[in-house]
């Protein structure tokens, strides 16, 4: 257990650039580059130049696809990392996409500075729905953000305010502009989907290598212990939920500007399921969720030589997918943490002290490294 | 007056079919506390069984109505209590040991797999009761015409309860299933077989959930492949408002959703009809997080 005020971390000189250093550098203690790495570059050559092999229809999948990634990585804060069972996603990922497509045809505010707002509006809606619910145990919670995403639905179809077109929602978004380029075309929004998926991997990598990150990691394991230690458990809960929510609602952003028709049966009780299942089947960790998300919204697509029968084959996948691997694809791996200079120097005395005085074996097997499972 | 007691008919019924439904969520719950989010779907099926197996065998022709009827709900009880046998033997049985939630998305999984397999079985349409399977006798209270089907479904529902209650409580089984409820390992050790009494639950509570689903048919006479979603949901919810894990409680909220629901729908406003389940769901867990029946546990210290 790691208390995130722990001296091993709080009391070096340079603790932040420390701790990004020592969560991104490799961990496995060689100097080379780890094979990690090497696989993420390839797979940003890849997902660079792939549009350019693919025909529009699968360009269109993988710009869903991207989209299901960034909900599933903003559902994997809440619900991987701090482990506050969430099915209540579809909602934030809907008030952002309503309050974008509110905005901009109302007011003709451009889609790129709705992205924030949109963000923000979500995060608001989280804060206050999640504040009277936070203290909620696991499948209490689970059920009242599911009543939250049917509650959000159905006011949307009723149209509240006169604001959200009831059930055959909203038309005429606006598409992006960058620099005086308009996105419309399927690999325009690859490019713009896929560059925010990668922004966000690296945001969330370093918040999670963050002391928040550290905090939600203790509160998952154990919220008793994490109050004992001195964590506010309900203020960094709430904050999870917040930052989840503002990441969807800007995915929603996204979703309104690729669709430019929004309507309530795009954020059902079902569209939070898949991301739950993304975030679990993945396992936790950005690399499994992004895995998880390929899964879940592109499984269905490469089955569709099944015709009839690739849901049928999908929710047979997603069973024996559970079944071999309960932990899900990839865990995150167990934090590691490098001793300072000094206590290094330390801990190979002693080490060489009890070779030299028994001549047996360290106990200790990572040389160098106090290694501390999460 | 006359619509108010209407009303209260009409929520009894529904009310009835909610807590058949979340009898199988609460004992599920109970000994696994696992959400079985494929009970929805197997309700559902009993829905389509019921029809199925009354056309296929020509019963309409062969007895009179009133035996028919019940036959066909026992048939679909024993079938789809085999479905849910075997979904716990595959999907659930597996992941025993593994963290709750892994088995919550393979719940999931069992849950697309179902609902597909009904579309590839009977189609995407809706489905229509035959008139053979509904007489609508209409009887008349109190100046009120009120279908008889309606009586029939709450004192189906009623008579299903009570004799589940009295085997929960009375017999040895129920008691074993009482005692694994409360603690898996102590009931082990008092030489309950623990596999036995799960794989038993799960044949009980899709049995009651089958027979849920033929009372909808039996009831409004449209079923489709997607309706174990909502009904699902809301037996859920009841479960919850009950207290989750106790069987009177479950008996208990379905029928005061079903009133809440048919009466709110009735009196305030018919749009938010499918949303007053939650906000009653969510009233209630901030008020009484345990539910209306549900003990305090001590939490995990």
Same mark, same amino acid.
């Given at each position: 257990?790691?208390?995130?005020?722990?001296?091993?971390?709080?009391?070096?000189?340079?603790?932040?650039?420390?701790?990004?250093?020592?969560?991104?550098?490799?961990?496995?203690?060689?100097?080379?580059?780890?094979?990690?790495?090497?696989?993420?570059?390839?797979?940003?050559?890849? =997902? &660079?130049?792939?549009?350019?092999?693919?025909?529009?229809?699968?360009?269109?999948?993988?710009?869903?696809? /991207?989209? *299901?990634?960034?909900?599933?990585?903003?559902?994997?804060?809440?619900?991987?990392?701090?482990?506050?069972?969430?099915? /209540?996603?579809?909602?934030?990922?809907?008030?952002?996409?309503?309050?974008?497509?509110?905005?901009?045809? #109302?007011?003709?505010?451009?889609?790129?500075?709705?992205?924030? !707002?949109? @963000?923000?509006?979500?995060?608001?809606?989280?804060?206050?729905?999640?504040?009277?619910? !936070?203290?909620?145990? @696991?499948?209490?919670?689970?059920?009242?953000?599911? *009543? !939250?995403?049917?509650?959000? #639905?159905?006011?949307?179809?009723?149209?509240?305010?006169?604001?959200?077109?009831?059930?055959?929602?909203?038309?005429?978004?606006?598409?992006?502009?960058?620099?005086?380029?308009?996105?419309?075309?399927?690999?325009?929004?690859?490019?713009?989907?896929?560059?925010?998926?990668?922004?966000?991997?690296?945001?969330?990598?370093?918040?999670?290598?963050?002391?928040?990150? #550290?905090?939600?990691?203790?509160?998952?394991?154990?919220?008793?212990?994490?109050?004992?230690?001195?964590?506010?458990?309900?203020?960094?809960?709430?904050?999870?939920? =917040?930052?989840?929510?503002?990441?969807? @609602?800007?995915?929603?952003?996204?979703?309104?500007?690729?669709?430019?028709?929004?309507?309530? *049966?795009?954020?059902?009780?079902?569209?939070?399921?898949?991301?739950?299942?993304?975030? !679990?089947?993945?396992?936790?960790?950005?690399? *499994?969720?992004?895995?998880?998300?390929?899964?879940?919204?592109?499984?269905?697509?490469?089955?569709?030589?099944?015709?009839?029968?690739?849901?049928?084959?999908? @929710?047979?996948?997603?069973?024996?997918?559970?079944?071999?691997?309960?932990?899900?694809?990839?865990?995150?791996?167990? #934090?590691?943490?490098?001793?300072?200079?000094?206590?290094?120097?330390?801990?190979?005395?002693?080490?060489?002290?009890?070779?030299? &005085?028994?001549?047996?074996?360290?106990?200790?097997?990572?040389? /160098?490294?106090?290694?501390?499972?999460? | 007056?006359?619509?108010?007691?209407?009303?209260?008919?009409?929520?009894?019924?529904?009310?009835?079919? $909610? %807590?058949?439904?979340?009898l199988?969520?609460?004992m599920?719950?109970g000994?696994?506390?696992?959400?079985?989010?494929?009970?929805?779907?197997?309700?559902?099926?009993?829905?389509?069984?019921?029809?199925?197996?009354?056309?296929?065998?020509?019963?309409?022709?062969?007895?009179?109505?009133?035996?028919? +009827?019940?036959?066909?709900?026992?048939?679909?009880m024993?079938?789809?209590a085999?479905?849910?046998?075997?979904?716990?033997?595959?999907?659930?049985?597996?992941?025993?040991?593994?963290?709750?939630?892994?088995?919550?998305?393979? %719940?999931?999984? %069992?849950?697309?797999?179902?609902?597909?397999?009904?579309?590839?079985?009977?189609?995407?349409?809706?489905?229509?009761?035959?008139?053979?399977?509904?007489?609508?006798? +209409?009887?008349?209270?109190?100046?009120?015409?009120?279908?008889?089907?309606?009586?029939?479904?709450?004192?189906?529902?009623?008579l299903l309860m009570l004799v589940l209650y009295w085997f929960i409580h009375r017999t040895k089984t129920g008691t074993a299933i009482r005692?694994?409820a409360?603690?898996?390992?102590?009931?082990?050790?008092?030489?309950?077989?623990?596999?036995?009494i799960?794989?038993l639950v799960?044949l009980i509570g899709?049995g009651l959930?089958?027979?849920?689903?033929?009372?909808?048919?039996?009831? $409004?006479?449209?079923?489709?492949?997607?309706?174990?979603?909502?009904?699902?949901?809301?037996?859920?919810?009841?479960?919850?408002?009950?207290?989750?894990?106790?069987i009177p409680?479950?008996m208990?909220?379905?029928?005061?959703?079903?009133?809440?629901?048919?009466?709110?729908?009735?009196?305030?406003?018919?749009?938010?009809?499918?949303?007053?389940?939650?906000?009653?769901?969510?009233?209630?867990?901030?008020?009484?997080?345990?539910?209306?029946?549900?003990?305090?546990?001590?939490?995990?210290?």
């Amino acid at each position: 257990m790691i208390n995130p005020n722990s001296p091993s971390t709080a009391n070096s000189p340079s603790t932040a650039s420390t701790a990004k250093k020592i969560c991104s550098s490799a961990t496995y203690g060689s100097s080379k580059m780890p094979l990690y790495n090497y696989i993420l570059i390839a797979l940003v050559l890849v =997902m &660079s130049v792939l549009p350019q092999f693919m025909d529009a229809y699968w360009v269109a999948v993988f710009v869903s696809v /991207g989209l *299901g990634t960034l909900l599933s990585l903003s559902l994997n804060i809440i619900l991987g990392q701090a482990g506050i069972f969430s099915m /209540g996603h579809a909602a934030f990922y809907a008030v952002g996409a309503y309050v974008t497509a509110i905005l901009n045809t #109302r007011y003709g505010i451009p889609i790129l500075y709705l992205l924030p !707002i949109s @963000g923000f509006a979500s995060a608001f809606f989280a804060m206050i729905v999640a504040r009277p619910i !936070i203290h909620l145990r @696991g499948d209490y919670l689970l059920m009242v953000t599911i *009543g !939250i995403v049917e509650i959000v #639905r159905i006011a949307l179809v009723n149209d509240i305010g006169g604001l959200t077109g009831g059930a055959n929602g909203l038309f005429g978004i606006s598409r992006p502009e960058i620099f005086d380029i308009k996105i419309k075309k399927g690999e325009q929004f690859y490019y713009m989907i896929w560059s925010f998926v990668g922004v966000t991997v690296i945001l969330f990598h370093w918040l999670n290598c963050s002391r928040f990150g #550290r905090a939600l990691s203790c509160i998952k394991e154990d919220d008793v212990a994490a109050e004992g230690c001195g964590i506010n458990v309900t203020r960094y809960k709430l904050l999870a939920f =917040m930052i989840g929510a503002f990441w969807a @609602g800007m995915a929603g952003t996204l979703f309104a500007a690729k669709m430019t028709i929004i309507s309530p *049966g795009s954020f059902t009780f079902w569209d939070s399921v898949l991301l739950f299942a993304a975030v !679990i089947l993945g396992g936790g960790s950005q690399a *499994g969720v992004i895995l998880g998300a390929f899964l879940v919204f592109g499984l269905p697509e490469i089955f569709r030589s099944f015709a009839g029968a690739r849901m049928l084959v999908f @929710g047979l996948a997603l069973m024996v997918m559970m079944i071999i691997r309960p932990q899900g694809i990839i865990p995150p791996r167990p #934090r590691h943490y490098k001793l300072s200079k000094a206590s290094q120097n330390k801990v190979d005395y002693a080490l060489s002290q009890i070779q030299d &005085s028994k001549d047996a074996q360290p106990t200790c097997s990572v040389h /160098g490294k106090g290694e501390e499972n999460l | 007056m006359e619509l108010f007691i209407q009303q209260v008919i009409n929520g009894l019924a529904i009310g009835g079919i $909610y %807590a058949l439904v979340a009898l199988g969520y609460t004992m599920v719950y109970g000994v696994l506390k696992l959400i079985n989010f494929a009970h929805g779907d197997l309700f559902t099926i009993g829905a389509y069984l019921g029809m199925t197996v009354f056309v296929s065998f020509g019963l309409g022709g062969i007895v009179p109505i009133w035996i028919a +009827i019940p036959l066909v709900a026992l048939m679909v009880m024993g079938l789809v209590a085999v479905l849910g046998g075997l979904l716990e033997r595959a999907a659930y049985r597996p992941l025993r040991n593994a963290s709750r939630l892994s088995a919550v998305v393979s %719940a999931v999984g %069992a849950s697309i797999f179902f609902q597909n397999a009904i579309i590839l079985l009977w189609g995407a349409n809706y489905y229509v009761y035959p008139e053979a399977m509904r007489p609508s006798v +209409i009887i008349d209270l109190f100046g009120m015409g009120v279908p008889l089907i309606r009586f029939i479904l709450i004192g189906a529902s009623i008579l299903l309860m009570l004799v589940l209650y009295w085997f929960i409580h009375r017999t040895k089984t129920g008691t074993a299933i009482r005692a694994a409820a409360i603690d898996q390992g102590a009931a082990k050790l008092m030489g309950i077989n623990v596999n036995r009494i799960i794989s038993l639950v799960f044949l009980i509570g899709p049995g009651l959930g089958g027979v849920a689903g033929l009372m909808v048919g039996l009831a $409004y006479g449209q079923i489709d492949f997607s309706m174990g979603f909502s009904y699902g949901l809301k037996a859920f919810t009841a479960a919850i408002l009950g207290g989750i894990g106790n069987i009177p409680g479950a008996m208990i909220g379905g029928l005061i959703l079903g009133l809440v629901e048919t009466l709110g729908a009735a009196y305030l406003t018919i749009a938010w009809k499918d949303a007053i389940s939650f906000f009653v769901l969510i009233l209630i867990l901030i008020i009484r997080p345990t539910g209306i029946l549900g003990e305090r546990v001590a939490d995990k210290l």
